[in-house]
């Protein structure tokens, strides 16, 4: 298990590894394990699985305010906000990044998952500025990006990477003799977040690749459609 924002004793915030169990939920007969395997994870992390809210992924840059009056799911969705104590959002990945945002003034937190569609449709962004409905303070908002793929890891065919990151021209490799190139997504993700004027020193980036660590699920790594993937959870108590 990953844990992030370890500093504050009121914030639950969790990835679950490949030992707790695939975590997908995609709408099919065999998700009842997976339902399981929440469920599991839920109570060793001491939560209760009905808090939990979920984002049925999309790769979008859509993003949902939850209140009290939460649905357990919600579809097209890829970030999460609440001001709610005792309701826990979720997200699952296997390569792309989640995002987690805390602002201990205002007792606000976000959940985003930040493939790479969503963040070149300003995922980021659009879930900041959701937040500032809030009134919170950049200064004060706390950010951790959790494991993720590396660039290393992270192919592209050359003419396909240059319709979708054209504005991201200095993260990209010069294509190699098979014309690909690899990009690095989690330092366009940084530059993101720092864009947008969060202080530096608030972010916190992880350095662990889930292609390469086995502790972690890998779709590029499984290649196929039928990966396992983790879940990522944050709340307030």
């Known amino acids: 298990m990953y844990k992030f924002f370890e500093q504050y004793d009121n914030v639950v915030a969790v990835m679950s590894d490949v ?8 709408g099919r007969k065999d998700d009842d394990k997976n339902i399981t395997n929440r469920k599991k994870f839920c109570s060793k992390i001491g ?5 939990v809210v979920s984002a049925r992924l999309s790769h979008s840059n859509n993003v949902k305010i939850i209140d009290k009056n939460y649905n357990q799911y919600y579809k097209n969705t890829d970030a999460l906000i609440t001001k709610e104590k005792n309701i826990f959002l979720s997200v699952t990945t296997a390569d792309c990044f989640p995002i987690l945002i805390y602002e201990p003034e205002a007792e606000i937190v976000a959940i985003i998952h930040a493939g790479w569609r969503g963040v070149v449709n300003n995922i980021i962004s659009n879930t900041l500025e959701a937040m500032q409905k809030f009134s919170i303070d950049l200064n004060k908002i706390k950010i951790e990006v959790g494991p993720g793929i590396s660039q290393k890891n992270f192919e ?3 003419e396909e990477a240059l319709k979708q990151f054209r504005q991201y021209d200095n993260h990209i490799t010069s294509k190699d003799i098979n ?3 690899k990009i690095n997504l989690k330092k366009i993700i940084y530059n993101q977040i720092m864009d947008y004027g969060i202080n530096g020193g608030n972010i916190n980036i992880s350095n662990i690749c889930t292609f390469d660590n086995k502790n972690f699920f890998s779709a590029r790594r499984c290649g196929d459609e039928s990966f396992d993937a983790m879940i990522i959870i944050i709340g307030m108590k």
């Open 156 to 158: 592209f065919d050359y």
């Open 47 to 51: 939560i209760d699985y009905k808090n």
């Open 179 to 181: 014309n690909k190139v």
């Open 19 to 26: 030992d707790d169990g695939d975590m997908r939920i995609l």
